[in-house]
């Protein structure tokens, strides 16, 4: 099947239009000539599904014999407020090095939990090493240094939860994304200030009724698209998440109760063609329970190999509830002027109560195959017991305000500039305590008893200058001011990039960017080891060099895209930071300077015919240099050297509606090293990453039976989560033999899963 879709006013070509065919759900984006290419089994007729954010949505039915000469004219969406852009749209290369991603079905991948992220950490530059959260590292950085906007809104996360089993629902909920775009670094300067990554998130605004239900093992979820009248539309998602039988995979028995819900709702009104409104509202309650009963680890090498055994008693429960709104309001002055106010808000109320002992022993095992004793203790080397306590309780507020402007000066040229203004408002108190029992010998290794009370104002500016200077060149050169209450900096940060298009065709585009990104502290940062806040903190600093080239290729007759990057980023005023437990544990009474270089690769495209994979792989080297700690450059917590995944998709071409996909990714080890010891930060290195997912699905077709003609579709899905088995490390816990030895004890993610699940799309 081929074909070209053109816009209804002038027959200029409509690039990145998404067309699918219904009934088998195979789909394509036309490209930068408005051509598409299916290859479809025979039929005497299709319903094709035509969809665009700047268009009207069409559906319409071909013919066989009418389907390699294909013509379709899309009305452009009167209803929607055009965004104004100086730059021209020739081809699909990024702009501005931010990536655009396709919004695919994260249902109908392989994923523990449908999280988004875990599409993202299959990206170059992406480091992402559990499964269990939706948190993931770019580049050096760690997963608070990164941004996230939804329609404009900046999205936060619970301050004291940890990136792991007890994490709950991430906040983007795959069925409501329309447009996704992703930035490693280099990002213009109205895109705000933190020193890793940004990604764009747009919610859906449809003209038509549609939803689904998804059922699976670990969880449920629903979503409910709707035009109430011809000027609005509502979107509806609630999300259930239970990874209790995930849980069970675990190496440490016991009765786990993790029930996480969320709740999102995204209204918007169109006043006029020149005005409308979005309103953005979520609610999540994440409740985390566990009483541990038992757990049994075996580490070492084959010639020596130790056996580390707990007998728990008491419970852990964790409470998370967040509450997030915000509204925007967009008006056009004009064709060349448009303004747009931001207002939200979040609030979080955590609790944390911990109340666990458990007695531990860890012996030599037998490895010798001619032994009796093969395989089970022969000697003792340590005996003891641990005991946590915690009541901790949390409450924190941030209110935001935003103004931001877009004035088309020029045919070619456009100024945007804006301002923010944000309060930040915590009440923590902290009452926590652990020590260790071992051979008569009790040990306090952390007391806290702390109230902290934080109230902080941030304010900035920015204004930025794009500039088409021909059809093949473009330059953004934009500066952020910020300000910060507690530190009561006055700060610039500068940046800019230039884009060249090249190729006598046009397919490639080399981009070159530089500029300064800002984070002042948040209230995890400020606090240290003893609960204790060092409110003055300045703030952490990145300086970004950037290089890309993208190219748009065919290969096999289908569209590919070759991206490639090389970066560098000189970090100073850093606060460091350890993991703990899975937690990230800052040290800010520490200071430090640093530096993260690389390389980036990644080949997408239609490796089989109507289905995007692609492959990533990644190098990095991050250090870091801590202040008169009498060491020179030692590696950050984030340093993975060598990353490396795939996404892969596939269907049977007797039969499309039967489909797989793959995910794999593989990454070397991370540093670790001995609690409590700055000289022996991150001086070990972990074992690699390895991990692969798979799932199956096959979807049923229900147009025979008439009482059903309101559900467009029935997906049953299977998948086999890590496939291989592989037992991943995701930290480590530290135990004293008798003759006070420490023994790095590792910490494994979940086990190989089956997941069942099935999906109703109407």
């Not at 059922?215 to 979107?235: E, M, P, Q, V």
Request: aromatic share 14%; hydrophobic share 35%.
């Amino acid at each position: 099947m081929e074909g070209v879709i053109v816009d209804s006013t002038d027959g200029t070509p409509i690039s990145e239009v998404n067309v699918q065919i219904k009934k088998f759900n195979i789909s394509t984006i036309t490209n930068a000539e408005g051509k598409f290419q299916l290859k479809v089994p025979y039929q005497p007729s299709y319903v094709l599904q035509i969809s665009h954010v700047s268009y009207v949505n069409t559906i319409i039915t071909v013919a066989s014999e009418e389907i390699n000469s294909i013509q379709i004219s899309l009305e452009p969406d009167q209803m929607v407020l055009q965004q104004v852009d100086v730059r021209a749209k020739s081809n699909q290369l990024p702009s501005g090095n931010l990536q655009k991603l396709k919004p695919i079905s994260i249902n109908e991948t392989a994923t523990p939990f449908n999280e988004f992220s875990q599409v993202i950490a299959t990206l170059p530059g992406v480091v992402m090493n559990n499964e269990l959260s939706s948190s993931y590292a770019v580049r050096g950085g760690n997963f608070d240094e990164n941004l996230i906007y939804v329609n404009g809104i900046e999205i936060y996360r619970p301050l004291l939860v940890r990136a792991g089993q007890q994490e709950g629902l991430s906040f983007i909920n795959p069925d409501m994304v329309s447009n996704i775009k992703f930035s490693a670094g280099g990002w213009e300067a109205k895109y705000g200030d933190k020193l890793s990554s940004n990604l764009l998130i747009d919610y859906k605004k449809t003209d038509k009724t549609e939803g689904n239900v998804n059922l699976g093992f670990l969880g449920a979820s629903t979503y409910l698209s709707t035009k109430i009248s011809k000027r609005d539309n509502l979107l509806l998602g609630l999300r259930y998440k239970n990874a209790r039988y995930l849980f069970n995979t675990f190496e440490t028995d016991g009765e786990y109760l993790p029930r996480f819900i969320d709740f999102q709702g995204f209204y918007s009104y169109q006043f006029s063609s020149k005005t409308s409104i979005d309103f953005l509202a979520t609610f999540a309650q994440n409740d985390y329970y566990v009483e541990p009963a038992s757990r049994e680890t075996d580490f070492g090498s084959f010639q020596q190999k130790l056996r580390f055994f707990v007998a728990y008693d008491g419970a852990e429960s964790l409470s998370y509830r967040t509450f997030q709104g915000g509204a925007r309001l967009n008006h056009l002055f004009s064709d060349q002027f448009k303004s747009s106010i931001i207002l939200s808000a979040f609030s979080t109320s955590e609790f944390e109560y911990i109340n666990t002992e458990g007695f531990y022993r860890l012996c030599d095992v037998d490895r010798d195959l001619s032994s009796e004793t093969f395989d089970e203790c022969i000697s003792q080397r340590g005996a003891g017991s641990n005991f946590m306590y915690a009541r901790n309780i949390l409450d924190a507020y941030v209110l935001q305000a935003k103004i931001r402007n877009d004035w088309q000066f020029t045919k070619n040229q456009l100024l945007a500039f804006g301002i923010e203004f944000k309060q930040q408002i915590v009440d923590d108190l902290l009452d926590e305590y652990e020590f260790r029992d071992s051979a008569d010998f009790v040990q306090v290794t952390r007391v806290i008893n702390q109230q902290n009370q934080l109230e902080a104002s941030f304010a900035n500016a920015y204004v930025q200058h794009e500039w088409q200077i021909n059809d093949r060149q473009y330059l953004n050169t934009g500066l952020r001011t910020n300000y910060g209450s507690n530190s009561k900096e006055l700060l610039l940060s500068p940046r800019v990039q230039y884009e060249l298009t090249l190729h006598p065709d046009k397919s490639g585009q080399l981009s070159l960017s530089a500029g300064i990104y800002r984070q002042f502290p948040f209230y995890r940062e400020l606090r240290d080891f003893s609960g204790s806040l060092r409110p003055d903190l300045r703030a952490q600093s990145a300086i970004h060099f950037i290089a890309n080239y993208t190219k748009n290729m065919t290969l096999w007759s289908r569209p590919f895209q070759w991206n490639s990057s090389g970066y560098y980023k000189y970090l100073y005023n850093i606060i460091p930071f350890d993991v703990d437990n899975i937690r990230l544990r800052y040290r800010p009474e520490l200071s430090a300077k640093g530096y993260a270089y690389g390389a980036d690769f990644r080949l997408s495209g239609e490796f089989i015919p109507g289905t995007e994979s692609w492959f990533s792989f990644g190098l990095l080297s991050t250090k870091e240099d801590v202040a008169n700690d009498g060491l020179d450059y030692i590696r950050r917590p984030t340093d993975q050297r060598v990353t490396a995944s795939i996404f892969f998709q596939d269907y049977f071409i007797n039969d499309p509606t039967l489909r797989v996909n793959l995910k794999l990714q593989v990454g070397s080890g991370l540093p670790f090293g001995p609690p409590n010891s700055i000289a022996g930060r991150n001086s070990l290195t972990g074992e690699w990453y390895r991990r692969m997912d798979i799932g199956f699905s096959k979807q049923f077709s229900l147009e025979r039976f008439d009482n059903l003609s309101f559900i467009h579709s029935f997906w049953l899905g299977l998948d086999v989560l890590n496939v291989l088995g592989v037992s991943n490390t995701i930290s480590y816990s530290w135990i004293e033999d008798f003759n006070g030895q420490n023994f790095a004890v590792p910490n494994s993610l979940s086990a190989r899963f089956l997941n069942l699940k099935g999906i109703v799309k109407f």
